[in-house]
């Protein structure tokens, strides 16, 4: 009988914690403005990062790279959809660039990052 509790106990826990380890799973990009490798010919300032769940805009960040130097670190917008991270920036000069995007889930479980490589180029 002791045996069969502690076994009901154990299943219980398990099944508590299924959620969070589903949620554990990486985040993922759904769209993004620029999209990946794309090719810019005309000024942009807008900048989004839309992800298949809500996420903790406070703890979330963007920033724009060239090369191994940060050219713009990005004010995320709270003003969003919950699975946006949205921000303006200067206009950029011809390059190419990489949109870096770190977001935690709003669980708090985990912080997935990634990059989103773009190209500017001189317009005609």
Do not use: C
């Not at 912080?111 to 190209?119: A, N």
């Amino acid at each position: 009988m002791e045996f069969s509790i502690q076994r009901a106990v154990l299943v219980g826990l398990l099944a508590m914690m299924l959620p969070a380890a589903a949620w554990a799973q990486d985040v993922k990009v759904m769209d993004s403005a620029p999209k990946a490798q794309a090719v810019i010919g005309e000024p942009s300032s807008s900048f989004f990062v839309r992800f298949d769940r809500p996420i903790d805009h406070i703890h979330s960040s963007l920033s724009i790279w060239r090369g191994s130097q940060l050219v713009e670190d990005l004010q995320p917008r709270f003003q969003t959809e919950p699975n946006v991270l949205f921000s303006r920036a200067p206009t950029l000069p011809p390059g190419d660039y990489r949109l870096r995007w770190t977001v935690r889930t709003l669980e708090g479980v985990q912080v997935t990052q990634g990059d989103i490589p773009f190209t500017i180029k001189t317009p005609p």
